[in-house]
């Protein structure tokens, strides 16, 4: 029987096996990398909620979750109302509902190349066809307007941007972002903003926010506790929709059904969201991650220059850098040989859908350890 699981991974497996230890150079796992969000917040209201069970579910979510994420777009200038806002139990879960939201079999949606590989299973799970639209690698990952614009047609159901981007750490500049919801409104195709990494933007001035910046017509945002606040486990995101009333309304409405049909977030972590957001202890968690977050990037670029072998783009925000190997290898061949000699893991572009020459991506969450020896082994290993 054929495997389903592809030979880098079977190396990784292994290897582990075999007893040696592999440095994973690709995490987006915030945990892993040593950012423990103060957990006395979560016990104090997790042990309230636990002495006063109380279950009163709320298809969108309990409210004071949602106006605390309201609060949170007031405070960023981004206006976003509490009765448009849904809990999800994961982005993923958000991209379900909106895929189900927008389409029929047959329909299609556009999402940037290359990408984090989230999409494709949600999507043939819908029977849609995901249509790429390029990044422009030569141009520092600008968008391609033109191209995405050609492969619209009135199948196309949403057009899906992800600022700032898994892999390649771009952001989409302003002016982007404004060219893209014209289009969008001209052809009357909804917006989903995918900005789980909104909170880890490095470039210049403000996070340009797709509903700050610019006016879609109809719009949802998708954001979670997971990457922001350093808490994948408490398994909490939310779609905020914006917009034409006209167009926001049915949204909501329809949203609303599905989410009445799962009422899937847990009560205690929804109870706990508005603390979350406001507790001192959390806001200095929360800066502190982010400086350390941005200094291990710089640390990781600081080691890439050092290659000769490697050109990239410093990544203006996320988690990840996604650098070129300027020489003939094979990506797969390139990855398996560098574990298997090195103990180095990195990801190959083609788990990112991009096939255009030979990549490799790396995760700055990394401790900053690991991003030293893990970096350092892979630039001796090309210059061999
Ligand atoms: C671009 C992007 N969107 C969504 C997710 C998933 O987010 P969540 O943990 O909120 O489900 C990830 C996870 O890495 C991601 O990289």
Same mark, same amino acid.
């Given at each position: 029987m054929t495997s389903w699981i592809n030979p880098i991974e079977q190396t990784y497996r292994r290897l582990k096996n075999e007893g040696h230890d592999i440095i994973r150079l690709f995490s987006g796992n915030p945990i892993d990398e040593g950012f423990h969000f103060p957990g006395d917040i979560l016990q104090q209201s997790y042990s309230n909620y636990f002495q006063n069970l109380d279950y009163q579910p709320e298809s969108k979510g309990l409210l004071p979750a949602r106006e605390a994420i309201q609060k949170y777009y007031q405070n960023q200038g981004a206006t976003v109302d509490a009765e448009n806002i849904f809990l999800t139990t994961g982005t993923s879960e958000s991209f379900f509902y909106l895929f189900s939201l927008l389409t029929q079999p047959g329909d299609n949606i556009l999402t940037p190349n290359p990408s984090y590989p989230l999409f494709d299973p949600i999507a043939s799970l819908r029977n849609i066809e995901l249509r790429h639209y390029p990044l422009m690698e030569e141009k520092g990952w600008a968008l391609d307007i033109e191209t995405l614009k050609q492969k619209t047609d009135t199948k196309t159901k949403a057009i899906i941007l992800v600022s700032p981007h898994n892999p390649t750490g771009s952001v989409l500049t302003a002016d982007e972002v404004m060219k893209i919801t014209d289009w969008a409104n001209e052809k009357n195709i909804p917006l989903i903003c995918d900005e789980v990494f909104s909170e880890f933007y490095f470039g210049?001035? %403000? %996070?340009?926010r797709t509903i700050s910046v610019s006016k879609p017509h109809l719009c949802f945002t998708l954001n979670g506790l997971s990457k922001m606040f350093a808490l994948?486990?408490?398994k909490l995101s939310w779609i905020a929709v914006t917009g034409l009333s006209e167009k926001v309304i049915p949204a909501v409405e329809h949203l609303e059904l599905m989410a009445d049909t799962f009422l899937s977030c847990h009560t205690a972590i929804q109870k706990t969201l508005p603390i979350i957001f406001e507790h001192e202890e959390s806001l200095s968690f929360l800066k502190n991650y982010k400086n350390e977050v941005r200094s291990r990037r710089d640390l990781a670029i600081e080691l890439f220059k050092k290659s000769p072998s490697l050109s990239f783009t410093a990544p203006q925000g996320s988690f990840y850098l996604m650098g070129k190997i300027l020489k003939p290898v094979s990506e797969e061949d390139f990855v398996i040989e560098l574990m298997e000699e090195t103990g180095v893991f990195v990801h190959p572009g083609y788990f990112f859908d991009y096939e255009e020459g030979s990549h490799v991506v790396i995760s700055f969450l990394t401790q900053p350890e690991k991003i030293r020896s893990g970096i350092q082994a892979l630039i001796e290993f090309l210059e061999k």
């Open positions: 210049e001035g %403000f %996070f340009p994948p486990s408490m």
